[in-house]
């Protein structure tokens, strides 16, 4: 059935008519599948009709977009105008079926022209398949290496639109940021752990004094070794634990009488080495939850009001981006991050659960036992908002948000004391409102 092949190549679009018999193509795969390999049998199956060459690299990207959004456009309007008859129309009985590689640019010729009837098949593939092998020598205008040097140029231009145009890149900073966030917070937790370990053999008494990992870490880089400690080192160590004498004493006393043993000089520099490193990794985990509560509050401001920035960012994070977080339904929202769970449940024919990463919320923790799962269900509905309005709104404010963490905690205080929250019509009024004067006075 197939009549005409249109090739899309970097330098041009290529229409190729199928030379042999429409009918017999479909019963014939085989040996086209063959052909396809052998130029002179290839050659016998279909010929160049029409070659429309781009005019740039900068049309050739333009054109390279509009395939892949699966538009038509005119100047591949022009080549099948001219070169397909009957492509304008619009008899169900005269079209002509034209072979195309991609589906949607299949829909958009369809949608654009009547007369021409669309094939996306095996046949076609195999086809397109031949024309790539061969086509140096079909497209007699090209020389050697112009495809070649044309792909490379257009995959370079087009790899460099979609990063530089991608309206997700704000998203994948927080993405990359909460990730390697919780990635730090194991690795201190390791390095934490082994810096005890390892420095408690000779000053064991000080970890009963100061169980904070960070506070340790710089404590150990100060004392270095034990017997150094004496009451002038009272107030740097008061300095270090938040300016409380009594610890810093504690500390000096326990020295005195710790049953820590002596270890060499090598060994010392190696236990401060690593717990430096152990703090410089602290410090920077401080500044990424800086950078990140900063990049939440820019891209997803009512998002972060109401739920907060680490819970919105993983929320985030989950869904791929906020732009997909917003096309979940409330539904999806409530349970996101709780999939196992979901799938265990319906296979066993259990209890669904009640939500997933939303239960690190302040308000699920605030909620008694027997409401978590309402609060729940009315939080992801407000979190399906609030990303919903952060994703399309021009100018995001933290109007939306705060608004609906009021109805969040009104409704907390409704499932305990039966006050009537504020409803959702007078809440948005009030919101937009709220928006409104802020354009007033800017």
């Known amino acids: 059935m197939v009549q005409f092949v249109l090739y899309e190549e970097p330098t041009g679009y290529a229409l190729f008519q199928v030379v042999i018999e429409p009918d017999s193509v479909g019963a014939r795969l085989k040996e086209v599948q063959e052909a396809a390999n052998d130029f002179a049998l290839f050659n016998k199956l279909v010929k160049l009709t029409s070659f429309a060459p781009f005019k740039g690299a900068a049309h050739a990207l333009e054109n390279a977009n509009d395939i892949a959004e699966g538009a038509v456009n005119d100047h591949l309007k022009n080549l099948l105008e001219l070169n397909?008859?009957?492509?304008?129309?619009?008899?169900?009985?005269?079209?002509?079926?034209?072979?195309?590689?991609?589906?949607?640019?299949?829909?958009?010729?369809?949608?654009?022209?009547?007369?021409?009837?669309?094939?996306?098949?095996?046949?076609?593939?195999?086809?397109?398949?031949?024309?790539?092998?061969?086509?140096?020598?079909?497209?007699?205008?090209?020389?050697?290496?112009?495809?070649?040097?044309?792909?490379?140029?257009?995959?370079?231009?087009?790899?460099?639109?979609?990063?530089?145009?991608?309206?997700?890149?704000?998203?994948?900073?927080?993405?990359?940021?909460?990730?390697?966030?919780?990635?730090?917070?194991?690795?201190?937790?390791?390095?934490?752990?082994?810096?005890?370990?390892?420095?408690?053999?000779?000053?064991?008494?000080?970890?009963?004094?100061?169980?904070?990992?960070?506070?340790?870490?710089?404590?150990?880089?100060?004392?270095?070794?034990?017997?150094?400690?004496?009451?002038?080192?009272?107030?740097?160590?008061?300095?270090?634990?938040?300016?409380?004498?009594?610890?810093?004493?504690?500390?000096?006393?326990?020295?005195?009488?710790?049953?820590?043993?002596?270890?060499?000089?090598?060994?010392?520099?190696?236990?401060?080495?690593?717990?430096?490193?152990?703090?410089?990794?602290?410090?920077?985990?401080?500044?990424?939850?800086?950078?990140?509560?900063?990049?939440?509050?820019?891209?997803?401001?009512?998002?972060?009001?109401?739920i907060g920035e680490i819970v919105g960012a993983r929320l985030i994070s989950h869904a791929g981006s906020l732009t997909s977080l917003s096309k979940y339904p409330a539904s999806t929202v409530q349970i996101l991050g709780a999939e196992k769970a979901l799938f265990r449940a319906l296979k066993t024919k259990g209890n669904t659960p009640k939500y997933g990463l939303i239960y690190h919320s302040s308000f699920i923790g605030k909620a008694a036992q027997k409401n978590k799962g309402r609060i729940s269900r009315f939080l992801a509905n407000k979190c399906s908002i609030a990303s919903r309005i952060d994703s399309f709104s021009d100018a995001p404010s933290t109007r939306f948000g705060a608004v609906m963490k009021r109805q969040v905690e009104e409704r907390l205080n409704f499932y305990e004391t039966g006050a009537a929250p504020t409803k959702n019509s007078e809440a948005m009024r009030e919101a937009l409102d709220g928006d409104d004067e802020m354009g007033d006075d800017e």
Not at 127 to 149: A, S, T, Y
Not at 220 to 228: C, E, Q
Request: with cysteine; charged share 25%; glycine share 4%.
């Open 84 to 306: 397909i008859p009957n492509s304008t129309k619009k008899s169900k009985k005269s079209k002509t079926v034209l072979g195309v590689s991609d589906i949607k640019l299949a829909a958009g010729i369809k949608e654009k022209f009547k007369g021409i009837e669309c094939d996306t098949s095996e046949v076609v593939q195999d086809l397109l398949r031949g024309i790539r092998l061969h086509g140096v020598k079909l497209l007699k205008q090209l020389q050697d290496g112009d495809i070649e040097r044309a792909q490379l140029g257009l995959g370079h231009a087009y790899s460099r639109s979609k990063v530089q145009f991608n309206v997700q890149k704000n998203d994948n900073h927080i993405i990359q940021a909460i990730a390697l966030l919780d990635q730090l917070d194991k690795d201190i937790n390791t390095f934490a752990m082994r810096v005890r370990e390892w420095y408690s053999w000779h000053f064991p008494e000080l970890f009963k004094i100061v169980s904070d990992n960070y506070t340790y870490s710089k404590l150990i880089l100060f004392v270095r070794d034990k017997a150094s400690l004496n009451q002038d080192s009272l107030h740097d160590l008061a300095a270090i634990v938040n300016d409380d004498a009594a610890i810093a004493q504690s500390i000096i006393d326990a020295a005195r009488i710790s049953m820590g043993q002596d270890i060499s000089e090598q060994d010392m520099e190696n236990i401060m080495s690593f717990a430096e490193k152990a703090v410089n990794l602290s410090d920077y985990r401080k500044q990424l939850h800086s950078y990140l509560l900063e990049k939440m509050n820019t891209v997803a401001p009512n998002l972060s009001e109401l």
